[in-house]
């Protein structure tokens, strides 16, 4: 390890531990329960030993918002929801410790605006419905977002704790990773489905699985421009391959389409704001990582017998071309549109999507859209919360373009909960994490808390 800095030596001693959690959980699966309550124990301890100083809050809200997807697969999860709980608790510690800006009105806001449509749950649900449930599972990743959105709204963060903070959040998207090559090690042998292919996922969603994975690639590929040495980008290089597989695989489009927009994203404003010398240093790695795309593309190619670019040419194992390249998820829109309408002050209530689609249209399923789902169950305050999360990050970052993360993901966050809705913490972690003000402490140390415009 000659040569390598502390942090970069912590980096691959990191890599080593979560490839040993991945092992311990493969082969002995009841250990996963006891890795989270370890992880949870943790980092509480750190954030009230420390008082939060470095922002260990937001470093343990990371990395149950990174896990949330692997330990709800493998049974640790106390409760379906405890990994938006847990990043919650984490960051309202935090809060107590640090504070908030005087700015976060806004976000204050947005969490008022959803109470009323508890309210109306419990008017317009069924006496069969299981409020509280339906309530947690549409609320919990909004009030997720919310909470981290006020923690880090006009926060400044060091740039070594910010990528301390980006680590922990790819640390157990890594493990995930290969704890499924354990479990399903190639493509060959195995039955391939055109719509969703659960083998590759070890029988667990792909679609959150793919937006995970997607986000995990997205980082690596983030990496190779912010990290500087050879060794460490190598083994990036490798680790995003076998992201980038795993996330394809499992023929689930928008959390590859997600990460290729979210690269793209991050590539065109680190280019814009490099001078001409590094440009073409950025060239050189902007083709490796392509060539890089074009390999792990056509290997998944090969590795599902040809099956992959049906799925990705919206065609049928026959070759047909498919009407519908959405897989239902516009009816389902629709469907909420229409609810809207219906209903534009108040909403139909929170959760009573579900039985609003079973009781006019026969589909029973849960919403895939959260910007149709807070039009639906908000009525005009969910439109009120929709213009507030778009327009506020916009605002401020017309004032501080200093992180070069913004755009990708705010993408992330946007293009996520249009394919996937809320269903984990991940995107609206992530969101939270755009509007953060990231200072290089050597030119700018961190004197205070609040900016001035």
Not at 45 to 57: G, H, P, Q, S, Y
Not at 181 to 193: C, F, H, Q, R, S
Request: aromatic share 14%.
């Amino acid at each position: 390890m000659a040569g390598i800095s502390r942090y970069q030596f912590n980096y691959i001693e990191l890599l080593l531990i979560h490839i040993g959690m991945a092992l311990a959980v493969y082969f002995f699966r009841p250990s996963s329960p006891f890795i989270l309550l370890g992880v949870i124990t943790y980092f509480l301890f750190l954030t009230i030993v420390n008082d939060n100083k470095n922002n260990e809050a937001l470093m343990g809200a990371a990395y149950i918002a990174g896990g949330e997807v692997f330990f709800r697969q493998t049974d640790a999860m106390f409760f379906y929801e405890t990994g938006k709980y847990m990043v919650i608790v984490f960051l309202l510690i935090g809060m107590f410790f640090k504070g908030t800006s005087s700015r976060t009105a806004p976000y204050w806001t947005y969490l008022l605006i959803l109470i009323p449509g508890i309210v109306m749950a419990s008017i317009t649900m069924s006496y069969e419905a299981e409020i509280r449930k339906l309530v947690a599972f549409n609320l919990s990743g909004p009030v997720a977002l919310g909470v981290t959105a006020i923690y880090c709204y006009y926060k400044k963060i060091r740039e070594k704790d910010f990528q301390a903070v980006i680590s922990l959040l790819l640390m157990p998207l890594i493990a995930h990773m290969f704890y499924l090559y354990l479990y399903t090690p190639n493509m060959i042998d195995v039955g391939i489905n055109l719509q969703a292919n659960y083998v590759a996922t070890g029988g667990y969603g792909p679609n959150q699985i793919s937006t995970v994975f997607g986000f995990g690639a997205v980082l690596l590929a983030m990496r190779l421009f912010i990290v500087k040495h050879k060794l460490i980008n190598l083994i990036d290089l490798v680790l995003l391959g076998m992201m980038g597989y795993r996330a394809l695989i499992t023929f689930s489009r928008g959390g590859v389409f997600t990460a290729i927009i979210c690269v793209t994203a991050f590539l065109v404003f680190l280019y814009y704001k490099k001078g001409a010398r590094e440009k073409n240093r950025l060239n050189f790695k902007i083709l490796l990582l392509g060539s890089a795309g074009l390999i792990i593309w056509l290997f998944s190619l090969a590795q599902t017998g040809g099956l992959l670019g049906n799925r990705y040419t919206n065609r049928n194992a026959a070759g047909q071309l498919k009407k519908d390249i959405t897989t239902g998820r516009a009816e389902l829109v629709e469907t909420e549109l229409q609810a809207f309408i219906n209903h534009p002050v108040t909403g139909i209530g929170v959760g009573k999507g579900y039985e609003y689609r079973l009781e006019n249209q026969g589909i029973s399923i849960a919403t895939h859209n959260e910007i149709s789902r807070m039009l639906s169950e908000h009525g005009l305050l969910g439109l009120v919360a929709i213009l507030i999360l778009i327009l506020v990050p916009i605002i401020f970052w017309t004032k501080f373009k200093n992180n070069y993360y913004f755009l990708a993901f705010l993408a992330f966050w946007f293009l996520t909960i249009n394919h996937s809705a809320m269903r984990i913490a991940l995107p609206g972690f992530v969101y939270g994490l755009a509007l953060l003000y990231i200072v290089d402490d050597k030119k700018h140390p961190v004197h205070r808390e609040r900016l001035t415009d």
